[in-house]
């Protein structure tokens, strides 16, 4: 069992590598706090399931249904998201390292512009906590589509999360208090376009492989 | 509320102007011609700390609450209009506008004059029938407030837990409500606690568990009594 136990991923950069567009105070504590306790609350759920199963307790185990899929929801979608990050200024934030991407992007929003301009909206028109995502319906390749899912569930099936942004207030409160337009405009400065091409391309692997 | 909505036919109101704000009722929503307007606070911003700071107090009030009031009275003449032009699927497309931003001018409302400094009777003890109910339900305050901290921690993303009375029973329970959910139907809202990270997170951070613990101390009793009754 212990094998099995889901862990903290370490960030693939400092936690002050995102200044000025996320403080380093808002990565420690929303990796090191607010990630970690939804691993240690999976890995909670997950245990307390197996239990429920030896004893065939099937009341239990339709009452862990939802646990599981808020704390997995959200140890996946941090996982996602620290990886379609990357400092400002670095070759990853470079969109000309997604060309693919680039191209499904023009074709279906016209323009770059007036695809940020559509994303950004999607994302201040979130009603309460959750997320923003590019997806790939259907798999790698698939029509580019925006979405918001809410709290901490997570993109859903053969749907392939591009990028994501977290939309909790947790995520942006200490640096952009009510200015949440000013968090989701700053993002373009950290998105990782080249992880982006390759989940465009590839899709993703499960994020939580133990 | 619906009565509310459909009610305020100043559609072209005039700029809000103190002069038109008339308090109106137990919901404790301000009105200027037609149009919501943000409630004056009872106390100062600075008044609940150490529980709640004067920063979050000035954010969540001039910030956050107006938000929603004006987010609410845009939707609201968008509804006119659609309601004026007869355009049904319009009318419907409104809602989550309505509801969210209704209910977050509700909410706060209803929380702001739920909290109190300690110097003008926070969390000073319910006594009367409220008391006596609390105790009947949850055998006592401590008890009460355990369970209800347990379902605000229990909130998973951005809501509300409240005390709220059932119309039909007349019982006391707890309740919680995702986002600006406001208490509407069946049930009555007594006592409202945020759970919104813009709630506390400038000062407890992802401790949120102190925060719910800490709001004990500026609870307006009185003015749960008071909705009560």
Same mark, same amino acid.
């Given at each position: 069992m212990a094998s099995q136990t889901h862990t903290l991923p370490p960030l693939p950069y400092g936690y002050d590598a995102l200044e000025p567009i996320i403080s380093k105070q808002i990565m420690e504590l929303h990796h090191q706090k607010h990630h970690q306790t939804y691993v240690n609350n999976l890995n909670a759920a997950l245990t307390a399931q197996v239990t429920a199963t030896q004893s065939n307790d099937v009341p239990s185990l339709i009452a862990l249904q939802q646990k599981i899929r808020f704390n997995g929801g959200g140890h996946i979608n941090h996982s996602l998201f620290w990886k379609n990050l990357t400092p400002p200024g670095t070759p990853g934030n470079d969109i000309a390292g997604a060309p693919t991407l680039r191209e499904a992007i023009v074709s279906r929003w016209g323009s770059h512009e007036a695809f940020v301009k559509a994303f950004g909206a999607e994302l201040l028109g979130l009603q309460g906590s959750g997320w923003g995502w590019l997806v790939s319906k259907g798999?790698?390749?698939g029509r580019l589509e925006i979405t918001t899912t809410k709290d901490q569930d997570p993109v859903n099936g053969p749907d392939v999360p591009v990028f994501g942004v977290d939309m909790w207030e947790h995520a942006y409160y200490l640096q952009y208090l009510n200015n949440k337009a000013g968090y989701v405009e700053g993002i373009w400065k950290i998105i990782n376009w080249a992880e982006a091409e390759k989940r465009y391309n590839a899709g993703v692997e499960n994020p939580l492989k133990l | 509320m619906a009565a509310t909505l459909f009610s #305020?036919? !100043? &559609?072209? !109101?005039? &700029? #809000?102007g103190a002069s038109a704000t008339s308090k109106a009722g137990a919901a404790g929503l301000t009105f200027a011609r037609g149009k919501a307007t943000l409630p004056d606070l009872s106390y100062d911003y600075g008044a609940l700390e150490p529980s709640i700071s004067g920063k979050i107090m000035e954010l969540h009030h001039k910030n956050h609450h107006n938000t929603y009031v004006t987010n609410y009275n845009n939707a609201v003449v968008q509804l006119e209009e659609a309601q004026h032009q007869g355009n049904i699927a319009a009318q419907i497309a409104l809602k989550p506008a309505i509801n969210f931003n209704g209910g977050g001018h509700l909410n706060h409302s209803l929380f702001w004059e739920n909290l109190a400094p300690k110097n003008a009777g926070g969390g000073e003890p319910p006594s009367g029938a409220l008391s006596k109910a609390i105790d009947t339900t949850y055998g006592g305050l401590g008890e009460f407030q355990s369970k209800m901290n347990a379902a605000l921690a229990g909130i998973q993303g951005s809501g509300w837990a409240w005390l709220v009375k059932d119309k039909q029973t007349g019982q006391i329970s707890i309740r919680t409500y995702a986002n600006q959910d406001p208490v509407v139907g069946q049930f009555e809202p007594l006592l409202g606690i945020d759970a919104w990270e813009h709630a506390y997170y400038l000062q407890y951070q992802n401790r949120k568990a102190e925060y719910f613990s800490a709001i004990w101390d500026i609870i307006n009793w009185k003015a749960v009594e008071k909705r009560f009754s």
């Open positions: 798999g790698a390749k | #305020s036919t !100043a &559609r072209v !109101a005039l &700029r #809000s």
